[in-house]
């Protein structure tokens, strides 16, 4: 060992001594494997990155088998968000083996559904005109159906559910909720436009029941059947801008979007 590697003066080529072969923890030649220096053979866990493909590191290339998560979505992996087509098993609209699918309902409109743990729900706000019943569109505004679907008052909202489909507790939103974090660990991101859940909230607001429409861009708020008093109930509300969901008390006249939940077999 030459004098000067003695006194800590090393000739760096990378993480190696060109003196006296000597390595150091920093400048690893990880180019061709995230996980083990090309020079010096050092291995390196836990480096790859598989965000963006589960089984492709996005930093130097590398792969592997069976990284990919489709339990949730057969066509879409629930931890780097990959899709492939042509892997649902339909059988009367919905996957058989993930709970994904189509619901059409009497009026031909249809509707993309999503499995979110145990429960089997729309991912699109309810846009189904009723017979009876108090609803509305948003600023009075037609075009603003096909972007948020219509706002009704809870009786409404509980009367409309088509056959085999029910307005959903607050157990059920908790356990929605609940179900899984992205992969910034935030609950809220599963939910928003893009999240791997395919939920895809709509920031559609809500109206008071002073007439006003509120939170247009910046709000959800879905009825829950679960009444927390004679003139209130419960809403799962997603915030948008500073990146919270959660549960607030609304009063029965208000308008709130719909989403409804597929009744469970017993």
């Not at 059920?172 to 809220?188: R, Y």
């Not at 006249?253 to 597929?262: A, C, D, E, P, T």
Request: net charge neutral; glycine share 10%.
């Amino acid at each position: 060992m030459s004098l000067k590697c003695k006194m800590g003066i090393h000739h760096w080529d990378g993480c190696i001594c060109t003196e006296c072969n000597v390595v150091r923890s920093s400048n690893h030649d990880l180019k061709e494997d995230c996980e083990k220096c090309a020079k010096c053979g050092t291995e390196i866990h836990d480096n790859h990155d598989w965000s963006k493909d589960c089984e492709k590191c996005s930093k130097c290339g590398k792969t592997r088998e069976y990284g990919h998560s489709w339990h949730d979505n057969c066509e879409k992996c629930s931890k780097c968000g990959l899709q492939r087509k042509d892997k649902h098993k339909i059988v009367n609209g919905v996957c058989t083996i993930c709970g994904h699918g189509i619901f059409q309902d009497d009026n031909k409109k249809q509707y993309k559904i999503i499995r979110i743990g145990e429960n089997v729900l729309m991912a699109e706000n309810y846009t189904k005109e009723p017979s009876s019943g108090t609803f509305w569109i948003f600023e009075n505004e037609n075009s603003n159906v096909s972007k948020y679907g219509y706002l009704y008052d809870f009786e409404t909202a509980i009367k409309m559910a088509p056959k085999g489909w029910h307005l959903p507790s607050k157990s059920e939103w908790e356990s929605v909720l609940n179900s899984g974090d992205d992969q910034s660990g935030s609950k809220i991101g599963n939910l928003q436009q893009g999240g791997h859940s395919g939920f895809d909230a709509v920031y559609a607001g809500y109206r008071s029941n002073f007439g006003n429409f509120i939170g247009e861009k910046a709000s959800a708020h879905f009825w829950s059947s679960t009444k927390d008093s004679e003139d209130k109930a419960w809403q799962f509300k997603i915030i948008s801008f500073d990146q919270n969901a959660g549960f607030g008390k609304s009063e029965l006249s208000h308008g709130l979007s719909v989403r409804y939940f597929k009744d469970k077999k017993s």
